[in-house]
């Protein structure tokens, strides 16, 4: 059992979520957050002063998959919020030690 962990443009979360959705995977979380990586934000003019935003805000989605459906829910995610852009994002893949189903008590791979 791996988790995906995703930082995408917020714009992406549509697309990302229907096509997990395609392969099979509906549970996934997502979190507004903000950061820079090669982008290192951007400048925006208000009110005609100019200034630097130094955190691009970003969405993290997060999904837990079986060992078997890795390769394909990586695959989906990176398809459907490449746009060839800097700043598309970054795909993380975490080893999962354990999962519980709180409500039931299944655990392991039953436990999604």
């Given at each position: 059992m791996v988790k995906i962990e995703a930082y995408l443009r917020p714009a992406s979360l549509e697309k990302v979520q229907q096509a997990l959705a395609e392969i099979g995977i509906a549970g996934?979380?997502?979190l507004e957050v903000r950061g820079f990586g090669r982008q290192r934000g951007h400048r925006?003019?208000?009110r005609g002063a100019e200034?630097?935003?130094d955190f691009v805000p970003k969405i993290k989605v997060e999904v837990a998959?079986?060992?078997v459906d890795r390769q394909q829910a990586v695959d989906a995610i990176v398809e459907?919020?490449?746009t060839g852009q800097?700043?598309?994002g970054k795909v993380f893949v975490v080893p999962v030690q354990e999962a519980v189903r709180v409500r039931t008590?299944?655990?392991g791979?039953?436990?999604l």
């Open positions: 996934l979380s997502v925006e003019v208000y200034y630097t935003l998959v079986r060992e459907a919020s490449k800097t700043g598309d008590g299944e655990t791979d039953s436990a």
